[in-house]
């Protein structure tokens, strides 16, 4: 069965370096999202993306975020200077479509992120 | 009031029991509603989505009330299996793909 998958499955880094997530959505898909999960707390929506442009993101989302689809098969999410707060699971998803009506987002395994 | 709201639990049952889980939600112009498993430091994995008439898979019935502002589910028969943080998603309105997620509903099957 077809997966999204992402890497690393943790990352380390010093407050104020810039990391960034990397994630394979399933291969027919054509939205895909990030979501933000701190320890103990609900799954949050960070963006979605849609032929190659961001078409919803959340006030979280600022600017420290960006994302892109730098070839055919990555979706990354960069934070540029990162800070205590970050640290968290990032998931990504992936869906067929875009309507949540009719369609199912598939996430990957995410990416634990720590913020020294 | 939260956007979508649930009760933390936990809900401790033995076997075979029958559990139920409520979630509130607040923008009633929301359309779309699922429930999702989340197992132990592990990702969402969709168990259902949630229609106006009532939906049932297997052991596991899902409600929605949209008088009320609630869904719920319902699973019979509960295995160890079932083990697991539930999460109400409710998409928010103005989009299609952003949805807002419940806290969760930890579920603690008993032997």
């Known amino acids: 069965e077809p997966e999204v998958t992402q890497t690393p499955s943790h990352q380390v880094t010093q407050m104020g370096q810039e990391v960034i997530l990397r994630c394979v959505p399933i291969?027919?898909?054509?939205?895909f999202y990030w979501y933000r999960q701190i320890l103990g707390q609900k799954v949050e929506f960070l963006v979605s993306?849609?032929?190659?442009?961001?078409?919803?993101k959340s006030e979280i989302f600022d600017d420290q975020f960006s994302v892109e689809r730098p070839d055919g098969s990555n979706f990354t999410l960069k934070i540029r200077s990162t800070k205590l707060e970050d640290s968290a699971m990032y998931f990504c998803?992936?869906?067929?479509?875009?309507?949540?009506?009719?369609?199912?987002?598939?996430f990957g395994p995410g990416t634990r992120l720590t913020v020294l | 009031r939260k956007e979508v709201e649930q009760d933390p639990g936990p809900f401790n049952v033995p076997e075979g029991a029958t559990v139920a889980f409520n979630c509130t939600y607040s923008?009633?112009?929301?359309?779309?509603f699922f429930w999702y498993r989340q197992d132990c430091r592990k990702e969402p994995k969709l168990l259902m989505s949630v229609y106006s008439s009532g939906n049932e898979d297997g052991r596991f019935t899902a409600q929605l009330n949209r008088a009320s502002q609630y869904i719920s589910l319902l699973i019979r028969d509960s295995k160890l299996s079932d083990s697991a943080t539930y999460l109400c998603?409710?998409?928010?309105?103005?989009?299609?793909?952003?949805?807002?997620f419940g806290t969760g509903t930890k579920l603690q099957v008993i032997p």
């Open positions: 993306f849609y032929n190659n442009e961001i078409s919803e």
């Open positions: 998603v409710v998409n928010s309105s103005g989009g299609y793909q952003k949805v807002t």
């Open positions: 923008n009633s112009a929301s359309q779309s």
């Open positions: 998803a992936s869906s067929v479509l875009g309507k949540t009506s009719t369609d199912t987002q598939y």
């Open positions: 291969s027919n898909h054509l939205y």
